[in-house]
């Protein structure tokens, strides 16, 4: 459908190019989310048209360079859902991360021993994301039972969707709904309200 001189048309609906020119280069990301891109798309019939654009194969712990993440997030999400729904598509893949690394060995172990408290689960969050990224910061604080706030510091990733997608993944990895309110104070930085029952 989308040949590889379409790229630009592809990510036409979101800013990642802009957003590559302002990520650092020391900011790092680990192999295991760009491995899930490439499942989220075989998933759903797509893969061959993704690998027209990245063929490339990544180790699941090794890091490699953000700036090249959010280029591929951006394609995929495009392909996912079109062009005019590119964030759609991101929230997709960032909630597949979430409920991937729940099925896994260490996220059954993890889960098994959070599942009850979303408190401790929205902790180790944000203490675990420092395995998976070299930059930015993640606090979390619980103003009240059964809401959380997660504030984000230099989060180059889509705070609105693939963040938000990655959020939403977690709460349904433990059989919970969440209603999640996003708050955005730049491009790059914000908030996650969450709430639960």
């Known amino acids: 459908m989308y040949s590889r001189m379409d790229r630009r048309a592809l990510v036409a609906h979101c800013d990642v190019w802009e957003r590559q020119r302002a990520i650092p280069p020391s900011a790092r990301y680990r192999g295991l989310y760009f491995k899930n891109i490439p499942a989220v798309l075989k998933n759903a019939g797509l893969y061959e048209q993704y690998a027209e654009h990245y063929t ?93 706030v997660m504030t984000m510091h230099e989060e180059y990733l889509w705070i609105e969707s693939h963040v938000l997608g990655a959020a939403e993944g977690t709460f349904e990895s433990i059989g919970m709904k969440a209603v999640i309110d996003v708050q955005l104070d730049s491009k790059f930085a914000g908030r996650h309200v969450i709430r639960w029952q």
């Open 56 to 148: 490339e194969w990544y180790s699941a712990l090794r890091w490699y360079p953000l700036s090249h993440y959010v280029e591929r997030l951006a394609v995929a999400g495009a392909l996912l859902r079109g062009p005019e729904r590119v964030h759609e598509g991101m929230r997709e893949i960032g909630r597949y991360n979430a409920t991937s690394f729940a099925e896994s060995l260490l996220g059954k172990v993890m889960i098994r021993v959070l599942a009850k408290d979303p408190t401790k689960l929205l902790k180790q969050a944000s203490a675990a994301r420092r395995q998976s990224c070299t930059y930015g910061r993640w606090d979390v604080s619980f103003p009240e039972p059964n809401v959380a």
